[in-house]
């Protein structure tokens, strides 16, 4: 190294193709090669200089480090001091170079006393035997005298054999899966386990890519070689412990996790990951300990702050804490520091309904999937509380973007199929029922409620069909008969009372078939009987008259039998303009089936032709609150209300069938009788 600052300034910057890592992302130090030799063979170094640095092995070059102004003796002195190599390009002019002696003496005063520098003898064309000094004799030696070629191969082998080559691919590896690109570091990490099989570092972070690629059985055979070979060393613990929580088996991760967190409590690494596979395993508790440690060393992690909102809103959710408004203000950290996290606009969201906030919920998972459109959670999260709020067409929406994205999601086709009822599209309902039970045949709710749907499009029997098959599950968990669709639908069908009847008279599941069978063959047609008769006009008396015979012939304690008996009997009564006959059956009728919306129907009819408004009236909207879909019936009521000079109620109902029906063929009827009115809407 023989020349001015000035002509060091001057010289070639490094080559723009050197892209190695400006630090190595673990803390480590990158490796460097410092090169020293004599100026006047410069136009042979930078060539090697050049492909070294191509090949990726970092060097330090005079010409590329020293700027004018530069000390050259402090800038040499760093340059040494950070680099883990020495190449001494000998030759003739070499051998007589004083800042060649001076460097090698450096380094080798620094070798002897820490070993942390080596030294190889590069011999340049030209260079003779005589030309390598005693001291690096026994010295590593790369020859360029036969060929350049054979001296760069030589070169690289040098690094690709020792371990601070393996340093050098390891870096570039960590730096790779810092970046996310997992793909390209795990092969990288294999190179350096195949050089020295002993890199420790490398084999924990192939560890974590696995993980992360979702290879865990090979991630498990790393992490247990480390703690097999490693035992004192937390982070190998560590990441065995989250591999194996990760893998189900909790008994072993959580051991490694608590003796990992034990051995190094100041270890925040190691917390946070133990945080990340308690919440995994559904400790709550013990997660939250961990992700408030790191925030208290750290305020800024805010994946420990989104960790934490999790860990509390589980614990919320279970009634094991009130922190609801700490997991709130954890989420808010998080979406102000990271405003495009979706799953944090999401969980903001749910907290924020927890806390009764609807509005501001439904503003963040709108966030959510604005940032993520195909976030099924969000969507599903949104639709509920559209419904919740009124918004049944917005519910709808997003219901079906869900199921878009999750199509065999049985909760998700359950819900689209209710608000697919409310809306009253009952052939769409239908077909998205039976839908749910092709996913899911047990789901006995989802029959009860197609089972209603069913008849109100007066498909009787293939209702009665399904709802057999919910009275048969029912027998067979009790637990069902609390649910409220059970029930409704129950009460919608005479079918279902007898069943009922049925098993309080001492009938199994086992003899349930039986009494379908009966009521399709018995019931089912005198109830057809009774149609087939109102239908006709004038009354066929005769045949009227065998009628009421055969219906008042019914004898039985079955509350299906008697719902048939008195629901015909008061329909043949009203129709012959007998209304306090009809009034009386219809209300045994209500007395043994409470959700018959039909038979309420009917009972208002008789009240309201028998003058009797005010209880008219209430059994239409007794009828509507059993099926709130049916536009024809709020048309109907309003009328009512609106005859009987109740004008307040009959635009609060005309406001309801706008709201529920806006595209009927009646809506702008409705529209004007309101703006007569002189309603606000």
């Given at each position: 190294m023989e020349a001015s600052t000035a002509d060091y300034a001057s010289q070639l910057a490094p080559p723009s193709e050197s892209n190695w890592l400006s630090a190595m992302s673990l803390g480590k130090k990158k490796t460097?090669?410092?090169?020293?030799?004599?100026?006047?063979?410069?136009?042979k170094v930078l060539p090697i200089a050049i492909d070294l640095e191509r090949s990726e092995i970092p060097v330090w070059l005079d010409r590329w480090e020293l700027r004018a102004g530069d000390s050259i003796i402090d800038k040499v002195n760093k340059g040494i001091g950070i680099s883990d190599?020495?190449?001494?390009?000998?030759?003739?002019?070499?051998?007589?170079s004083k800042w060649v002696r001076a460097e090698v003496n450096a380094v080798l005063i620094r070798e002897l006393a820490r070993k942390s520098v080596s030294v190889l003898v590069v011999l340049l064309p030209q260079c003779r035997d005589k030309d390598v000094p005693a001291l690096l004799q026994d010295k590593v030696r790369i020859d360029f005298r036969t060929s350049y070629l054979t001296g760069v191969s030589d070169f690289l082998e040098v690094f690709r054999q020792t371990k601070k080559a393996a340093d050098l691919l390891f870096g570039r590896a960590t730096r790779l899966l810092v970046d996310g690109q997992v793909d390209k570091a795990i092969p990288i990490f294999r190179a350096v386990l195949e050089k020295y099989p002993a890199h420790y570092e490398a084999m924990n972070n192939l560890g974590a890519a696995y993980l992360d690629k979702g290879e865990d059985d090979d991630a498990l055979s790393l992490f247990e070689t480390l703690v097999r070979e490693q035992p004192n060393t937390a982070i190998y613990k560590n990441g065995l412990g989250v591999v194996l929580v990760?893998?189900?088996?909790?008994?072993?991760?959580?051991?490694?996790?608590?003796e990992?967190?034990?051995?190094?409590?100041?270890?925040?690494?190691?917390?946070?990951s133990a945080g990340k596979s308690f919440l995994r395993a559904g400790l709550y508790r013990e997660a939250t300990v961990e992700y408030?440690?790191?925030?208290?060393?750290?305020?800024?992690n805010i994946r420990a702050w989104y960790g934490l909102g999790q860990a509390l809103s589980e614990l919320v959710k279970s009634g094991e804490t009130d922190e609801n408004r700490n997991a709130i203000e954890a989420y808010r950290k998080v979406v102000a520091s990271e405003p495009g996290f979706a799953d944090a606009f999401n969980n903001l969201g749910s907290?924020?309904?927890h806390s009764g906030n609807l509005v501001e919920a439904r503003q963040n998972w709108e966030q959510a999937?604005?940032?993520?459109?195909?976030?099924?959670?969000?969507?599903?999260?949104l639709a509920r509380v559209c419904f919740h709020l009124g918004h049944v067409r917005e519910s709808l929406m997003h219901f079906k973007a869900a199921l878009s994205i999750e199509p065999s999601n049985v909760s998700d086709q359950y819900d689209y199929s209710r608000v697919l009822g409310r809306l009253g599209r009952k052939e769409d309902a239908i077909r998205e029922y039976y839908k749910v039970l092709k996913l899911d045949p047990n789901h006995a709710v989802a029959r009860a409620e197609l089972a209603m749907v069913l008849r109100s499009r007066g498909a009787m029997e293939q209702a009665v069909y399904e709802l057999s098959k919910v009275e048969l599950?029912?027998?067979?968990?009790?637990?069902?008969?609390?649910?409220?669709?059970?029930?409704?639908?129950?009460?919608?069908?005479?079918?279902?009372?007898?069943?009922d009847s049925s098993v309080q008279t001492g009938f199994t599941a086992d003899t349930f078939a039986d009494a379908v069978q009966h009521a399709i063959s018995v019931t089912w047609p005198l109830a057809k009987r009774v149609k087939d008769l109102l239908e006709c006009d004038p009354l066929d008396q005769e045949a009227m008259a065998n009628l009421i015979q055969d219906l008042k012939s019914m004898k039985s304690d079955n509350p299906a039998v008697g719902c048939i008996l008195h629901d015909g009997l008061g329909a043949i009564a009203l129709r012959e303009n007998n209304f306090r006959d009809a009034i009386g059956h219809f209300r045994k009728s209500v007395e043994l089936a409470p959700f018959g919306k039909w038979t309420h129907e009917n009972l208002a009819a008789a009240y309201w032709k028998d003058g009797q408004f005010g209880h008219a009236i209430e059994e239409w909207e007794y009828a509507i609150e059993i099926d709130p879909s049916d536009c024809l019936l709020m048309l109907r009521v309003a009328i009512a209300y609106g005859k009987h000079g109740l004008v307040t109620q009959a635009i609060q109902c005309y406001e309801r069938f706008l709201e529920r029906c806006p595209k009927h063929e009646m809506a702008s009827t409705v529209r004007e009788l309101l703006d007569k009115y002189g309603s606000a809407s």
């Open positions: 460097t090669l410092f090169l020293s030799y004599s100026h006047k063979d410069r136009d190599y020495l190449a001494v390009f000998l030759s003739p002019s070499a051998s007589k990760k893998k189900g088996l909790l008994e072993r991760g959580l051991k490694e996790l608590r990992s967190v034990s051995m190094a409590p100041e270890d925040y690494q190691c917390r946070f408030k440690v790191v925030i208290q060393h750290d305020p800024e907290a924020l309904a999937v604005s940032l993520q459109p195909r976030k099924p959670d969000a969507h599903r999260n599950q029912a027998a067979a968990e009790p637990n069902l008969k609390e649910a409220k669709s059970y029930k409704e639908a129950k009460s919608y069908f005479a079918i279902l009372d007898m069943a």
